[in-house]
């Protein structure tokens, strides 16, 4: 055990970051990051119309760079080194041609944006996700929802899909089949053994396309024809058995061994979203709520499964072993995290940005860090009031409960005496009460919350943040103490796959990292959160009911 050890590979929205693990202790024992090129010239995106876009060659290369990376680095023996997991964002897609290769590989869609990996931020499918909604809702069969929250989102696979083939007709007539990010890069690394041959992720499939055993896998070839007749030939052509992440995909391929400096009995387990390895990461169990608090959040629980079919209503998903095998896993999320105090700061900084040929780039880098810090250091003295500022955290939408990817933020009770803290506070205050939200509906559906477990660049960064979700939670916040908890758990994952532990909670018992920190609520500050959160709902309402978001 003291010389096995696994790789977990996680990509973000930004960059990938690989980590070498230690099998015995959970420990670091080397990590790399690489960041995305193409991704960061904004190249395939017009956030305009919210269009998010990746070429999967930021990824193909980011992967062989940091693996060889914390392989080189790390003087371990390649023989000592027993698997590898990969987990991404999702729903993210990609279109592929018959042997899987993506179709933005081949020169005629090497620019093409509707040939790249759909990040899953994208939501230009906001109207075929309605009319998956639509038609699913007087469906004869039932209702293919029922296991997504209900309400399928354009953050997700089939919307996606549908949205590209009607705008791009050389991209439906090229693309033989789809992949999920996740299933795409494990393809690569085992060598390509054709689609037929792929063990695609349960994760991606329950939470992102409506696989369902109840329903013995995807949705019906009829009810997918009536979106597409596409869509259902399509149905042909992907998978019926999906399987869950501490199970090998296979082994790595000799052309990836070498390009790596590995050996192909490497074992590659099957791939996983971001947030449900985070989780694992985090070391859930059963009542304990993990948050991957980023730009976005997602938030993930487990039950048993003697919860049955039981659906829990405006969620992402309820899929049995997407997290841990043996329970159903519950997804929950908010589209806007980190990323509405982000927004916030750019528009506090666009003048900054129109000096760039008087200030240095990283002058201009340096002031909008120091920003961020400052507002946060004035906001945290600013005791909770009524009276100030209320705002709605949908900066990028709803994602949960009840997705709504149309709906926009707003904010009320502004006047002369409100200052930049002011607001900033207020969208603090929003992305809390918004995780109140999904908090409040798990309970609402008889899903029990005991603890909460914060993870990802928010919860290690931002007291302010965390000390606000603590007092309108009423809850305490325990943070990880690992600084790559999707990483690490994407490398429990695969340990498990790799035989080095029979099953996944040996796998957490022995290289969980445990909590660094604790945030208690204030109870004076609980009750005039209840307030303002009252206030919060009805000016969702307000704005749900009488603004036309289109």
């Known amino acids: 055990m003291n010389h096995q050890f696994v790789i977990g590979l996680d990509f973000g929205t930004d960059s990938v970051r690989a980590v070498l693990v230690n099998c015995a202790d959970g420990s670091t024992v080397k990590s790399a990051v690489h960041y995305y090129q193409r991704w960061k010239e904004g190249a395939f995106c017009n956030p305009a119309i919210n269009q998010f876009r990746q070429h999967p060659l930021d990824h193909i290369e980011g992967m062989e760079a940091t693996i060889r990376s914390v392989v080189i680095d790390s003087a371990v023996n390649p023989l000592d080194i027993r698997g590898i997991c990969i987990d991404t964002t999702g729903s993210s897609p990609i279109a592929v041609d018959k042997d899987g290769k993506a179709l933005s590989l081949h020169d005629k869609f090497a620019e093409n944006p509707n040939a790249m990996v759909v990040l899953w931020k994208d939501h230009t499918s906001v109207d075929e996700a309605e009319e998956i909604n639509q038609l699913s809702r007087k469906w004869d069969a039932g209702d293919y929802t029922d296991f997504v929250g209900g309400?399928?989102?354009?953050e997700w696979f089939w919307a996606k899909i549908l949205h590209v083939i009607r705008e791009d007709e050389e991209v439906k007539e090229a693309a033989y089949s789809w992949m999920e990010h996740c299933d795409y890069m494990t393809y690569l690394l085992i060598g390509e053994?054709?689609?037929?041959?792929?063990?695609r992720s349960r994760c991606a499939a329950g939470h992102k396309a409506m696989w369902h055993k109840k329903w013995d896998g995807l949705p019906d070839e009829d009810y997918l024809s009536a979106l597409d007749p596409y869509l259902g030939s399509l149905r042909q052509r992907l998978y019926k058995d999906t399987y869950t992440s501490d199970l090998p995909a296979g082994h790595l391929s000799e052309e990836w061994a070498k390009k790596l400096g590995l050996t192909s009995e490497v074992v590659v387990a099957v791939g996983t979203f971001d947030a449900h390895a985070g989780a694992v990461g985090a070391e859930i169990s059963e009542k304990a709520l993990v948050r991957v608090m980023g730009t976005s959040t997602c938030d993930i629980i487990v039950a048993p499964q003697t919860m049955g079919d039981q659906q829990v209503r405006g969620i992402c998903g309820q899929v049995d072993g997407s997290v841990l095998p043996g329970m159903i896993g519950l997804e929950a999320g908010q589209s806007a995290f980190g990323d509405v105090l982000a927004w916030f700061r750019d528009v506090l900084s666009w003048p900054l940005d129109q000096l760039k040929d008087d200030l240095k780039p990283e002058k201009i880098e340096a002031l909008k860090s120091d920003m961020i810090r400052k507002l946060s250091e004035e906001a945290s003295a600013l005791e909770p009031r009524e009276s100030y500022p209320i705002a709605l955290d949908w900066i990028n939408g709803r994602r949960t409960p009840d997705a709504n990817q149309l709906l926009k933020s707003a904010m009320v009770n502004l006047s002369l005496g409100t200052r930049a803290p002011h607001i900033f506070k207020a969208l603090v205050e929003a992305i809390c009460f918004g995780s109140r939200k999904i908090v409040e509906r798990f309970r609402s559906e008889g899903v029990e919350i005991e603890t909460v477990v914060g993870i990802g660049g928010v919860a290690k960064k931002s007291r302010l943040v965390m000390q606000t979700l603590a007092d309108v939670l009423n809850m305490p916040i325990k943070v990880s103490n690992s600084?790559?908890?999707?990483a690490l758990g994407a490398a429990m994952y695969a340990a498990v796959a790799a035989g080095v532990y029979p099953d996944m909670s040996g796998a957490i018992a022995k290289m969980g990292s445990g909590f660094e920190t604790t945030y208690q609520p204030n109870a004076h500050r609980v009750?005039?959160?209840?307030?303002?959160?009252?206030?919060?709902?009805?000016l969702g309402d307000f704005v749900e009911q009488n603004i036309n978001t289109k």
């Open 483 to 486: 600084d790559q908890a999707p």
């Open 193 to 199: 053994p054709g689609l037929d041959q792929l063990k």
């Open 151 to 154: 309400i399928y989102s354009s």
């Open 527 to 538: 009750p005039i959160y209840d307030a303002i959160f009252e206030k919060y709902v009805a």
